[in-house]
Each structure stands twice: as structure tokens, then as C-alpha cells.
């Protein structure tokens, strides 16, 4: 029986969140090769790639938006620089097999909205960590016509899932609730996807090398307040103390990611399931 070949996708970050479950669950379709150095070694990462051959490339690793508050000097590096110095080092390498790049972005280039955001809505950052994937992405699309292989852009809401570690909403509301600390800012809406959705998602949009920004969301909108009613019914069932002061919204569309394919998504009570 002829052995089929395997395209191979090098992933960033591979021992984070997305980038661990993005392998195990596509490992049987793709060969994944991790990238194994930080990405803040540029000598390393052009020492690495050269005579590499490999298909596709996403980029997971990033400074996350609560290391940002912590660590400002570095995400400049992390986040921003050393992304832009990858995206031209592949670019130099010249690979004949290299097709196309992923750059995993954020909701955070948005401002707060009390409407769906669509891909085409005017981008503010509220904080350092938006601001780091919005300038990456203003580097990608005043540049990509200069580089040989095709790159996309993915705007990933708030994920969940489980095993997730602390600074995940879900992960630390259960945590608060736990310690029956007082819960403050979540009377706002927020759009969750399960981890898998997320995987299925990237999956299609790597599959079809998809160039324009694309939201990866459920298209649903949860007031944060009703989902640590939910986790405490669940859970705990317990008095629970909350600050209902109003905050802002930010929840997607996902037009685009359906007219990809991608239809169905785990709604919230399916997500919770998941973290039995």
C-alpha cells in the first residue's frame, strides 16, 4: 500500500494552551513539528529553519495579556519584534515547499462594543497585549505582497476548555467562587469558543490558506455574570458575592468562519460539561 505523505505544519508555542491541543488533535492528518527554542533567539530560529521543509507555519507564542501587565518590556520583544523578524527570516529562506502563514491574533486589537465585531470594524487596543497583535497585523498586511508564501491572520476570542490555567476567565471564576472571594467587573458580554471549535477552525482556515482577518468565535454573546451563576449551580451551589456595575461588551461575528464551513459550535453549557 503506497504511504501517504503528510503535510507538515511547524507551530510556535507548542507546549501552550492551543498550540498542545492544536498537535494531539491533528497529528494524525499533519506531521506537527514544534519549534523547540524561544522565538526571542533570532540566531536560533534562522539557524533552525535552514534546510528545513515544511508546508504551513503557525505562530502560537506570544507573551499572554496577563504576563503583558508584568512584563511591558518584554512583550515589545516577544510579541512584536521577534514576529516580525520570523515572518522575514522564512521569507529569506526561500522554502519551496513553504505555502503559507498563520499568525495567531487576538480580540484584543478591538476596542469595546455594544454591537457584534466584525473583521472590518475599526481596531483600538485597550491594553498592551492588543496593542502588540494589532501592530503585528498592521506589519503583515502593508507587507505581505513582498513575501513568497501566503499569510493569514486568525482573531481568537475568549477559549476555553479544559485543563486550562490560571488567567482563563472560567479557570479563575471558579477559583474566586471557591475562595468565596467578591467577583468585580463581569457584568459585561463576552463571547466564548470551546478549544476544540477553535482547532476545527484553524484547521479550515490553514486547509484553505485564508489571507483576510478572520474571527474564530462562537457568535454568541454571555453576560459573564450568567456564566458564574452556571459554574456555581454546578459546582458548588454556594452564596456567591458580585459587583453588578456595568462594564463593556466585546463579542464577535463569525460570517466569515462559516462561510468557510465551519457551522456548529459547543454552546456554554456543552463547555462546562467539558471541565467535569
Not at 59 to 70: D, N, P, Q
Not at 107 to 122: A, D, F, L
Not at 133 to 159: S, T, W
Not at 223 to 241: A, G, Q, S, T, V
Request: charge should be positive; include cysteine; aromatic fraction near 12%.
Amino acid at each position: 500500500m503506497k504511504k501517504v505523505y503528510k503535510k507538515k505544519i511547524v507551530i510556535t508555542g507548542g507546549n501552550g494552551l492551543i498550540g498542545s491541543h492544536f498537535s494531539n488533535k491533528l497529528k494524525h492528518k499533519y506531521r506537527i513539528i514544534k519549534y523547540p527554542y524561544k522565538i526571542q533567539n533570532f540566531k536560533k530560529f534562522d539557524k533552525w529553519i535552514v534546510n528545513k521543509d515544511f508546508d504551513y507555519f503557525v505562530h502560537f507564542a506570544a507573551l499572554t495579556k496577563r504576563k503583558s501587565l508584568v512584563n511591558k518590556k518584554k512583550i515589545n520583544l516577544i510579541n512584536i519584534k521577534a514576529t516580525k523578524k520570523m515572518i522575514n527570516s522564512l521569507n529569506n529562506q526561500k522554502i519551496k515547499s513553504f505555502k503559507y502563514f498563520l499568525f495567531i491574533s487576538s480580540s484584543h486589537v478591538y476596542g469595546y462594543s455594544k454591537k457584534k465585531i466584525s473583521e472590518n470594524m475599526q481596531r483600538i487596543p485597550q491594553n498592551k497585549y492588543g496593542y502588540s497583535k494589532k501592530n503585528v497585523e498592521d506589519y503583515i498586511i502593508k507587507n505581505r505582497k513582498n513575501l513568497d508564501y501566503k499569510i493569514g491572520i486568525a482573531r481568537l476570542f475568549n477559549i476555553t476548555g479544559k485543563n486550562q490555567r490560571e488567567g482563563f476567565f472560567i479557570k479563575d471564576i471558579i477559583q474566586k467562587i471557591n475562595n468565596g472571594d467578591k467577583i468585580n467587573n463581569i457584568n459585561k458580554y463576552r463571547d466564548f469558543i470551546h478549544i476544540d471549535d477553535v482547532i476545527k477552525s484553524l484547521k479550515i482556515i490553514i486547509s484553505k490558506e485564508y489571507q483576510e482577518p478572520i474571527n474564530v468565535c462562537s457568535g454568541e454573546k454571555i453576560n459573564l455574570i450568567e456564566i458564574c451563576k452556571m459554574i456555581n449551580d454546578k459546582f458548588f451551589k454556594k452564596k456567591i458575592y458580585i459587583d453588578y456595575k456595568r462594564g463593556k461588551d466585546l463579542f464577535g461575528d463569525n460570517r466569515k468562519l462559516k462561510k468557510l464551513g465551519i457551522k456548529k459550535f459547543k454552546n456554554i453549557n456543552h463547555i462546562l460539561d467539558t471541565l467535569n
